[in-house]
């Protein structure tokens, strides 16, 4: 009940070691008094340990100490066998708590609850009402644990308790979630519930989804502190329909030229029905209402046809409450410093809302206070629709907001007659409901303030209990004039609509009368039309960044329980059973509320009180009436109240006076001695404050942190100041609330005043406008930011007093950030002429003699200009930076230098200290530029005039001047803060400072003190007059250039700063005069006046390069993007340039869907390159790779024709076929010889499917022109002259030729040898080769230095590396980047004969090299492979390609050996040999004696390109290769493979004989699963089983990737020695083959192994044989198998 708990109370043992404060002795001291005459003297209360918090009930009261400790002091009833009562200053220790921490406690009239660090609560006392939380028990002796648990999960999980508070017959709790959770009896619990006691904690379900950040209980109300919702989650969807009756709660009804909104929907709602239809009313119990849909909903009233018998307060306090409660949106009543005089009866009437039919206690004025009423409306239309409402002898009751009048419904059958000024503003209300409810129905709840009249007598009136006779006669016709013409000049019409409740005004709706309807939608549609943007004055949410550091301001207050004394603040005496929010707090900024027994407390951050409830004692610090609404306290100006506390009938409150030693005031019961031991009901002993009375004792208490009331009595808690920690802690919180109330004065009496001026924006015009809104909007959120923190530091004084949780010091960027950008804004607004243009309407509004503005800006000069004045006030808030500094350097000298706090003291001290000097600086920046401005000529001023613009300096004075400048010419030179300004008679250009660089002359030669200034497309040389002149220039540009560089100088002190700005740096620009660059803008890495780097430039023709500058020229890798006007879509390029240029490896995307991958020169297809034709939605119809010169297709190609199934492999010239080459296509036709101007002319060689052929001239493609010789598939032929195209009938003259069968030569000579016109291997992908020479450094195969081609490896290694490692998506693994790395480096490093080793290196060199796509010879296998498979895939599969094909892959072999043998070139030629290395040391004496071994040289290794090489490429290349040798040898195979077939069907000795293997050779048993068998008859694949597996590796590996002769070879060798092992385990012993005896044998295990192509096979092995290999062992096993293949597929015949 009579205390507020302050959240949860930390130890301060270890911060009290740190400031030097020891002794116990010294905080925390506990006093006590009643009553507030002179004679009271607070008794001291002797405590072994600092008290943290004190709560007090009727008659006693608990105290919470460090360490956790509870004492009780007072009357205990409950305490049966115990003391029943101990006095004040002998507390006992509350032993059942012991071992428990505690961390609150709370006191209700009589009973206790104290909450344990891990949020357990503990309740003892009176608990006849359940107000203990603890069932069947009428007292509870001790602290007993309290369950508080949540039903809703499962099992029930307890919730953690914040805080508690306790009221007479009911308990609150906060709990961790900030909900609340209530047990006891009582309206006041909040909860949906008609059966009391309620034992056992519920949550409050009425404020679930809510942020409660306090609670307080009176005697039978409650009380909490709720931050406001998210702007987003207030204005959440609201329900159209009623929740009971499902009707719809707002009707829509569009007539000709006007719109009915109705909401005279109508429920019988809250009423609990029987059923029998009879309503149920606890006797004395206001009716249950129902939950409410939302929260601020109004609480409808229950008259239905079942309660036809319902008291008349019933209604009456529905109706009235209908009345009276405004919409979620709406605005409510603002109580100013000057309060509204007393809008009720007199003050000595008690105010009763329940009263009968007959009571003379009416709430409703009288006609007097109706008139006064009148007078201090601030709105005309409100003034004018009162008085005639007053006129019509209309009845209504003056509600707690002025706006209500606008809600409230006039006479039915009356038809109000408005004037114009009240039209419009009811018009633009009702088109702003109209047409947001058009959006959404629920923003319309705004009109459910409808008030419905009833007549149930004449002249009586429903709404007033018992029908209180009259209305109001029609007040004099002067005196409604003069009000009207009063107000006339006060209407708001401006810039900025900045009302007090800005947070909810973002969202607000002005409400509509009931029975406006008769208006035209054009008027709405008029009305409604946007105004200028307005500015919250409080930010909504606050400070992003501050987030939970910083208490919130956006507090509501919500109550509920009895109202009989008006204690709920709802301008009624009505009880509520369920929370409701007073809405004329909520935009007060309430941190803290408190509850007496009948009376309600709540403190704003700006240090005001507000009270409400019973003033029967004056405990209400006012004599205003009514007290159903809160009022401020009268305090005297200055006073800053920062702690309340309420006791039965008085009030205590903590405050600053005028020195930071805080002081204490009392309103309220007087307590005299005389009457201590009366009675109660007496009340001779009690006297009546009419304002809040200063306790004199205060100063003698020490620093008081927090005051805490309840009964009669009051408690301070109080620290000495022995080191000063304390003095300068509270001189800390004190200065800071004095200045959020500075602050808040301005905002609230200059600058929203000044946003609301009507000729605002006429006179500063739209740019001074938009800027004042920006400084008004920096300026509330550093108003907002100081309220916060004043709050913040309030708290640390009650509760911990300590320097770590001081949020100025732990998180000061959001305070040197907030006052930056207000800073900036402020000197924005001055150099922008803001304060001059806004001097005349502020002379309007405040007159000639402007005390107010100089009383606010701390000016005392006479005579001061207004803008000066208001360029003071906007300044001020610049100089609390200081008082921070001078604080936090106070607070340090209370700590030892060497300890964490001095340290964090001295840094903030610091960087407050800075900021202020960098501010100071910054404004006289911001005058210098204002004054520049205001005397500088011409017309520059506009172009040149931007807010954020400093001046620097200038040159007027002749200082600088342009060299070689003619001698009538000016040249003016003006440094700004992001420019340097360069103005001649009529023109002036710009140089933005980011691309500028200056360096001076040496002056060893001349006499002239010059500066060479580089920008990107200019670079002049300026002369100073001296040179002290030149080096201020100097230095001030490039400290300009360095600031303009590092975003306009946001650090807090100039410290540190450079000499010189860096010569590089990344910077925008946008070209103006550079033909090429010509406006493009330029944003990247900069090189001395150049873009050099990676950078990115934009074209105004939509063309855009990102990539890397060199000198001011693309140089490197870039993206160039070209939009093509026709197609309406890009060309891309992405890839290498140089000096501008497209030059090196790219890709080229072209709007057409043709797609070039190749070399550039020139920005040319230059070199070897792929193009891909075709529209973009087909698969490429034609595709060509091969060699480019000056963007034509130039040298040795490929084309594949997709469209007319042809591939064309040979030479061109400027595109067009030219020399010799080769056609094949999908039809088989095969033709090679001379290309002209794109055609078949000249001699050449043409061959069908069947093998038709001829050989002669030819005139166009497939047309024969000329001589030749035409021979048939079975050897007869022509030869004569042939005409025609081949296929469709040729034209012979000549002579048939049919050979003899016999004629053996003859048929020899006529087989045609093919290749012999088709271009030579070596000649095939020069530039291929020659990329890659060029790569490695050389201009010619073979000629360049071996050192250099390492280096370039290296170059092109590291640079790849480097591009991988800065593009992320590549992902670049640590082994890839090991192998890179060690592909840089040489592995022969010394020169020398090649040995093995050295051999092997290099070998594996080259496996990862030619792995590796970034490394040359990489990159040439990676194209040698893709130019194989574009030329024999596809179409190119053509048995007659296959010469061919094996030829290419000889040459590959030879040129790139030459590559290798360049690279080391140790290495012996080819064919050389390499020896094996000794192994013993004997060989070396033996070669020294022995002449005969020179005979037989020792083995080696046999150099050559295939053995090096082959096992690198081939397999790469090996199925389009094993392809043609297939198709080559298709019907030797199928001959071979039927035999193959037919043979296998037999059983092996069958097949053993068949073949004529000797007996002796034969088997006698097999190995079958690990046993040995016997061979019978039958046996089938069982004999040389091992070795026929063997032989099969060589088909497995037709598919592998690593298979080349030489494995092949291995193979057959194993094959023939797992033979050998067979016979020689049968014959056991040892013996020599003989090949009568070998061949049959190896020809069962070829026969048994089922190799498909063998043929295949058997000539890819010939023809890429190791040549050194064919006489040796692995030629003649080859030759056998070989010899095996032959027989096979003439055994048919044997």
């Known amino acids: 009940m009579h205390q507020h708990c302050h959240g949860q109370i930390s130890v301060m043992e270890s911060q009290r070691k740190s400031s030097g404060e020891d002794s116990s002795g010294e905080r925390g001291l506990l006093h006590t008094w009643k009553g507030y005459s002179c004679s009271v003297t607070p008794e001291r209360v002797l405590l072994s340990r600092p008290v943290l918090q004190a709560a007090l009930g009727t008659r006693h009261g608990v105290l919470l100490v460090e360490g956790g400790q509870v004492y009780s002091f007072g009357e205990f009833p409950w305490k049966q066998s115990q003391v029943s009562e101990v006095g004040p200053l002998k507390p006992v220790l509350e032993s059942s708590l012991s071992g428990q921490r505690v961390v609150a406690v709370a006191a209700g009239s009589f009973h206790s609850g104290a909450v344990t660090e891990d949020g357990g609560v503990h309740m003892w006392g009176e608990n006849s009402f359940g107000q203990c939380g603890l069932s069947s028990l009428t007292v509870v002796s001790n602290p007993t644990p309290v369950a508080v648990l949540d039903p809703d999960t499962s099992p029930p999980h307890t919730i953690r308790v914040l805080e508690l508070a306790c009221g007479e017959q009911h308990s609150l709790a906060l709990s961790a979630q900030h909900e609340v959770w209530a047990w006891g009896s009582g309206c006041q619990l909040g909860l949906v519930t008609t059966i009391f006691p309620v034992w056992k904690p519920q949550k409050v379900e009425h404020l679930a989804g809510r942020h409660v950040l306090q609670v307080a209980c009176g005697a039978f109300h409650s009380l909490a502190l709720v931050r406001c919702l998210p702007p987003q989650e207030a204005r959440r969807p609201l329900p159209d329909k009623c929740g009971q009756c499902n009707q719809l709660l707002y009707t829509m009804t569009d007539k000709e030229d006007h719109v009915i909104i109705s909401d005279s929907h109508y429920c019988p709602l809250g009423v609990e029905l029987l059923d029998d239809g009879e309503a149920r009313m606890e006797p004395g119990r206001s009716p249950p209402l129902r939950l409410q849909s939302s929260p601020s909903e109004p609480l409808s009233s229950h008259t239905s046809a079942s309660a036809p018998n319902l008291h008349p307060s019933i209604t009456d306090h529905t109706d009235y409450e209908r009345r009276r409660t405004v919409a979620q949106n709406g605005e409510v009543l603002t109580t100013t410093d000057s309060d509204i005089s007393a809008a009720g009866t007199d003050s000595d009437r008690t105010v009763g809302g329940m009263g009968g039919a007959g009571s003379q206690n009416s709430p409703y004025p009288d006609d007097q206070a109706v008139k006064e009423y009148l007078k201090k409306l601030s709105d005309t239309s409100l003034a004018e629709e009162t008085a005639k409402m007053t006129k019509a002898g209309a009845s209504f009751q003056p509600p707690a907001d002025s706006l209500d009048l606008l809600t409230s419904d006039l006479l039915p059958g009356v038809m109000p007659v408005t004037t114009s000024s009240a039209l419009n503003s009811l018009v ?69 609509d900045i009302r007090e409740e800005e947070a909810e005004g973002l969202s607000r709706r002005l409400s509509l009368p009931g029975l406006l309807s008769q208006v035209s939608p054009r008027l709405l549609r008029r009305a409604s039309r946007p105004r200028v943007r307005a500015v919250p004055l409080t930010p909504v949410g606050g400070l992003p960044e501050a987030g939970e550091l910083l208490p919130s301001l956006q507090t509501e207050v919500w109550s509920w329980g009895r109202g009989e004394e008006g204690q709920l603040g709802h301008g009624d005496n009505l009880p509520r059973l369920q929370p409701l929010c007073i809405k004329c707090l909520s935009s007060k900024e309430v941190v803290l509320v408190a509850a007496g027994a009948h009376h309600s407390l ?32 009268k305090l005297s100006e200055g006073i800053r109240v920062w702690d309340v506390g309420a006791g039965a009938q008085h009030t205590l409150l903590l405050a600053d006076g005028d020195c930071y030693q805080p002081i204490l005031y009392y309103s309220g019961q007087q307590v005299r001695e005389a009457a201590q031991d009366a009675p109660q009901d007496q009340t001779e002993g009690y006297s009546y404050t009419q304002q809040p009375v200063l306790l004199p004792f205060c100063m003698n208490l020490g620093y008081v942190s927090g005051v805490f009331a309840g009964g009669q009595s009051c408690v301070a808690l109080a620290d000495r100041n022995v080191t000063g920690f304390i003095a300068s802690l509270h001189e800390l919180a004190a200065a800071e609330r004095k200045f959020y109330c500075k602050l808040s004065s301005v905002k609230n009496h200059i600058l929203r005043p000044l946003l609301d001026l009507e000729s605002l924006g006429t006179a500063l015009g739209p740019a001074s406008t938009v800027l004042l809104q920006s400084l008004a909007r920096c300026y509330s959120r550093l108003c907002h930011l100081t309220g916060q923190h004043s709050t913040s530091l309030t708290a640390n004084l009650r509760r911990r007093r300590e320097v770590k949780s001081l949020v100025m010091l732990e998180h000061a960027s959001i305070f040197l950030d907030t006052y930056n950008e207000y800073c900036c804004s402020v000197g924005n607004f001055l150099v922008m002429g803001g304060f001059q243009a806004l001097a005349k309407p502020s002379l309007d509004f405040f007159g000639k003699c402007p005390e107010l503005l100089q009383r606010l800006a701390e000016s005392s000069e006479e005579n001061i200009p207004l803008s000066d004045l208001l360029v003071a006030l906007f300044y001020l808030p610049m100089r609390h930076l200081h008082e921070y500094g001078r604080l936090l350097l106070k607070l340090g000298t209370c700590f030892e230098v060497s300890s964490v706090d001095y340290q964090k003291l001295q840094d903030g001290c610091s960087k407050f200290e800075a900021l202020a000097l960098h501010l100071k600086r910054r404004r006289k920046e911001a005058e210098y530029t204002y004054h520049f401005w205001k005397s500088f000529p011409g017309k520059m001023t506009d172009s040149l005039r931007k807010p954020p613009r400093r001046l620097i300096c200038e040159s007027s004075n002749k200082a600088l001047t342009l060299q070689n400048s003619g001698r009538f010419s000016v040249n003016w030179f003006i440094l700004f803060n992001d420019a340097l300004v360069h103005a001649q008679f009529s023109t002036h250009h710009v140089f933005p400072l980011a691309t500028l660089w200056v360096e001076p002359i040496p002056e060893e030669n001349t006499d002239l003190y010059g500066l060479k200034v580089i920008s990107p497309e200019e670079t002049f040389t300026l002369l100073a007059c001296s040179s002290m002149e030149k080096a201020k220039w100097l230095r001030s540009i490039n400290q300009a250039v360095d600031k303009a560089m590092s975003g306009a100088g946001q650090s807090g002190s100039g410290a540190g700063q450079r000499a010189e700005p860096p010569i590089s740096r990344t910077a925008s620009y946008t070209f103006y005069k550079d033909s090429r660059l010509k406006e493009a803008t330029y944003e990247g890495r900069w090189l001395a006046g150049k873009p050099n780097g990676r ?166 493609d497939w047309t024969l022109n000329g001589k030749g010789v035409l021979t048939m598939a079975n050897g007869d032929y022509f030869e004569g002259t042939f005409t025609g195209e081949w296929g469709s009938g040729l034209k012979v003259t000549g002579s048939f030729f049919k050979p003899n069968l016999y004629d053996s030569d003859g048929d020899k000579g006529r087989a045609v040898k093919l290749g012999r016109l088709a271009v030579r291997p070596e000649e095939k992908w020069r530039a291929v080769f020659e990329e890659c020479w060029m790569r490695l450094g050389c201009e010619a195969p073979g000629q360049g230095e071996n050192q250099r081609a390492w280096e370039n490896i290296a170059v092109a290694l590291t640079t790849s590396r480097r591009e991988l490692r800065d593009c992320p998506e590549m992902n670049l693994s640590p082994s890839h980047n090991l192998t890179l790395e060690s592909l840089e480096f040489n592995p022969q490093q010394h020169v020398g004969p090649v040995t093995m080793e050295k051999y092997d290196r290099i070998r594996h060199y080259l496996i990862k090299a030619c792995d590796t796509p970034l490394h040359p010879l990489g990159r040439l296998m990676e194209t040698l492979v893709a130019v194989y498979r574009m030329t024999y895939v596809g179409v190119g599969a053509n048995r007659r390609l296959l010469l061919q094909a094996v030829n290419e892959i000889m040459s590959y072999l030879a040129r790139i050996f030459q590559l290798v043998r ?145 494995d092949k070879l291995q193979v057959i060798q194993l094959t023939f020695e797992e033979i050998t092992k067979e016979v020689v385990s049968s014959l056991e012993d040892s013996f020599l083959w003989s090949m009568d005896d070998l061949f049959p044998v190896f020809l069962y295990v070829v026969l048994r192994a089922r190799i498909r192509n063998l043929g295949s096979e058997v000539s890819l092995i010939e023809d890429l044989m190791d040549p050194c290999v064919q006489h040796g062992e692995h030629g003649i096993m080859f030759t056998t198998l070989k010899a095996c293949y032959y027989q096979i597929q003439h055994e048919k015949t044997t």
């Open 428 to 496: 633009s209300s009702c088109a702003s409901a109209v047409a947001e409810r058009v959006v959404s129905t629920c923003e319309a709840l705004s009109l459910k303030k409808r008030i419905n009249c009833y007549y149930p007598g004449v002249g009586g009136v429903a709404g007033a209990p018992g029908g209180v006779p009259g209305g109001f006669p029609g007040g004099p016709a002067e005196e409604r004039v003069r009000l009207e013409e009063s107000m006339q000049g006060k209407k708001s019409c401006s810039t900025g």
């Open 1462 to 1606: 360049f690279l080391f070139p140790d290495l012996p030629e080819e064919g050389g040999v390499i020896p094996e290395p000794s192994s013993d040391p004997q060989d070396k004496k033996d070669s020294k004696c022995a002449d005969t071994q020179l005979e037989s040289p020792k083995p080696g290794r046999v150099v050559s390109s295939s053995s090096l090489l082959l096992p690198v490429l081939l397999p790469r290349l090996y199925p389009p290769l094993f392809t043609l040798y297939a198709l080559e040898k298709e019907r030797e195979d199928d001959v071979y493979w039927e035999c193959v077939l037919r043979l296998n069907k037999q059983p092996d000795m069958a097949l053993l004989a068949f073949l004529g293997v000797q007996h002796k050779f034969w088997p006698v048993s097999v190995p079958v699963l690990g046993e040995r068998t016997e061979v019978v008859s039958s046996t089938k694949d069982a004999c040389f089983a091992s070795a026929t597996e063997t032989l099969q590796q060589i088909r497995q590996f037709v598919f592998s990737t690593t298979f080349t002769p030489s």
């Open 1095 to 1260: 950078g990115m430039v934009k074209w105004l023709d939509g063309r855009i390069y990102t990539g890397m500058f060199k000198n001011g020229l693309e140089d490197g890798f870039g993206d160039y993007v070209m939009p093509s006007k026709t197609l309406n879509l890009n060309d891309h390029y992405q890839g290498h340039w140089k000096e501008g240029k497209m030059h090196g490896i790219g890709t080229y995307k072209y709007a057409t869907g043709e797609l070039y991958e190749g070399s550039f020169q020139d920005n040319m297809r230059h070199g070897h390159g792929m193009l891909r034709s075709g529209t973009l939605n087909s698969s490429s119809p034609s595709v060509f790779i091969g060699q480019w010169v000056h963007d034509k297709k130039t040298g040795y190609g490929v084309f594949d024709d997709i469209t007319r199934g042809e591939k064309y492999m040979g030479m061109w010239q400027d595109d067009q076929r030219q020399g010799t080459g080769v056609i094949v296509t999908q039809f088989g036709l095969y033709y090679e010889g001379a290309f002209n101007n794109n055609k078949m002319q000249g001699t050449g060689v043409l061959l069908s499917e069947d093998n038709t052929t001829y050989e002669g001239e030819f005139s166009e």
């Open 602 to 633: 709540a403190l704003t951050a700006q240090s005001q009180v507000f009270s409400w409830g019973s003033n029967s004692s004056g405990q209400l610090g006012h004599m205003a009436c009514p007290t159903t609404i809160p009022r401020l306290a």
